[in-house]
């Protein structure tokens, strides 16, 4: 039974019909190649012979209407081919970057753009002219059989050298394929480096980091380098070899059809039309070893795109479901973080009724964190559930269910752009509720004093702002459209006092408006405002209950040690 077809190989079977056109025009182009062999032949054996100028200059002007001819249809192959990889990126574009986004959730954020290189290095592939080398490589039987019917000797050159050449070809591929392909990996693996080191480029400054960094960073690039170097050495070679024995053999054929003609089996106008026919039977061959290296990356690129695609299939369309009044539940709740093998959240139970305001507190590394992405859908759960209004949410539609959340995580995030595109989640900008988000979150008159206001351009660290007020920034795009469930990963850790204040606020008017509120904190200045308390303990729940029943019990244990040390 056949195995179902890959991803990528259904999209190339998509642009089917622009290859079968390219190969009929390569139909054309090879017919319309025979032309200066004809032409030769004809010029040497009926003008010559007839010292006709008038037959000269009829062959001359036929011969340049087919050669403007022959160019107009490369022409057009090469425009089908250029189309043809356009639709081959819009087929596959979004899919990809929506699994460049899958990839980094079940990472842990460690994805790369990769990916989107590969898929420009399959589009160069389409358009180069090593594809066309493809198209036309399917005639050498045709050009060795016209080598036959012009005399028997010369088409058992054509196949000897077409063997050759091919056996070269089988060379350069075994030569060079280990050594590009660990050059291929050590090279992304160095670019994945270098980027997650920029990313942390004020650390690397200000502990003087980066002259060892950059060490390490060289002894990669070597490496690199001299695979690529050696690969290119021996690509070097068998292309210097292709090449000289193909220009020697048509020279020679030139003097074997000089031999044939003396002896009188064939005549002038065939031996040079041979020498042409043979260098055109053989070109296809020589330009495949030519860009070998190009044929070689491209698949590469090829198969680590199927590779990825069949990790993360196209996610099926689910039936939209109401819009959520913000229930959460916990059942049996067991998570593992992207990339660990310890479950972190502990099988927990919990049930969060819509209008709650809960505070989500307990030691560094409790699990809080997790839990907090895990309620948000961000990471599944390895065992158990967490349900939104009685959905799996790690299974809802996130296009649809994200307006109706709001989520400021514990490492603020801004994204290139205006601060207004940014607190409207870079979808259509409603004045109205950007305005009202920044005000519920205290920032209006923030970005007012700013230079361009609202249409002030941010970059990902924020740029011009401080902590602070990216922290606030984000609160606010975490308030953006009245969300029906907020959660908040320690969204005063940068704030100073006046910040607290505004916190406080927002918070407040979300509370009154009904929606489930979720804050982990460190400081107690929130736990005024919240209704009830979950403390975290090694990811498991430990207490769960009112805001002073909690507290209370906290109280309760911290005296305990400390009057069982005043006993003793």
Known sequence: ???????????????????????????????LMLLPAIYMMQVYDRVLGSNSTSTLLMLTLLAVVLFAMLGALEWIRSQILIRVSARFDV???????????????????????????????????????????????????????????????????????AILLILLAIWNERATHDDL??????????????????????????????????????????????????ASEKAGLIAALSKTYRLTIQSLILGLGAWLAIEKQISPGVMIGGSILLGRAL??????????????????????????????????????LPAPKGELRAEQAVVVPPGSKIAVIKGINFVIQPGSFVALIGASASGKSTL??????????????????????????????????????????????????NIARFGEVDSNKVVAAAQAASVHEMILHLPQGYDTEIGSTGGMLSAGQRQR???????????????????????????????????????????TIIVITHRVGILSLVDRIMVLNEGALVLDGARDEVLAKLNQRQLQPAAQGASA
């Not at 990528?8 to 998509?14: A, F, V």
């Not at 493809?134 to 036959?148: E, H, K, Q, R, S």
């Not at 090279?187 to 060892?212: F, K, Y």
């Open 372 to 421: 907090a992405r895990t309620l948000l859908g961000i990471w599944p759960v390895a065992n158990g559930a967490v349900r939104l209004d009685g959905a799996d949410v790690s299974q809802c539609d996130r296009n649809l269910i994200g307006q109706y959340m709001g989520y400021l995580p514990q490492d603020i995030e801004l994204f290139d752009g205006s601060i207004a595109e």
């Open 1 to 31: 039974m056949r195995s179902p077809a890959s991803e990528l190989s259904q999209t190339i079977y998509h642009c089917r019909q622009s290859f079968q056109s390219a190969a009929i025009f390569s139909l054309f182009i090879n017919l």
């Open 473 to 515: 920034v984000g609160l606010a795009r975490a308030l953006y459209g009245e969300p029906v469930l907020v959660v908040l990963d320690e969204p005063n850790s940068n704030l100073d006092d006046q910040g607290e204040l505004a916190l406080a606020k927002a918070l407040s008017a979300l509370k009154q408006r009904g929606s």
């Open 181 to 230: 392909e660990q050059a291929n990996r050590v090279s992304v693996e160095s670019a994945n480096i270098t980027a997650r080191n920029l990313r942390n480029a004020e650390v690397v400054h200000a502990l003087g980091m980066l002259p060892d960094l950059m060490s390490r960073w060289q002894d990669k690039q070597q490496k690199l380098i001299m695979l690529q170097a050696v």
């Open 91 to 161: 087929l596959l574009n979004e899919r990809l970057y929506k699994v460049l986004f899958r990839q980094a959730l079940v990472s842990g954020g460690k994805s790369s753009t990769q990916p989107l290189s590969d898929l420009l290095v399959l589009r160069q592939f389409l358009t180069g002219n090593g594809l066309f080398a493809f198209f036309d490589a399917p005639w050498l039987p045709v050009y060795v059989g016209l080598l036959f019917l012009f005399h028997p000797t010369f088409g058992g050159v054509a196949i000897v050298s």
């Open 283 to 320: 070109a296809p061959i020589d330009l495949m070893i030519g860009s070998w290296k190009q044929f070689l990356s491209a698949r590469t690129a090829y198969e680590r795109l199927n590779i990825l695609l069949a990790q993360f299939p196209v996610e099926a369309e689910r039936m939209p």
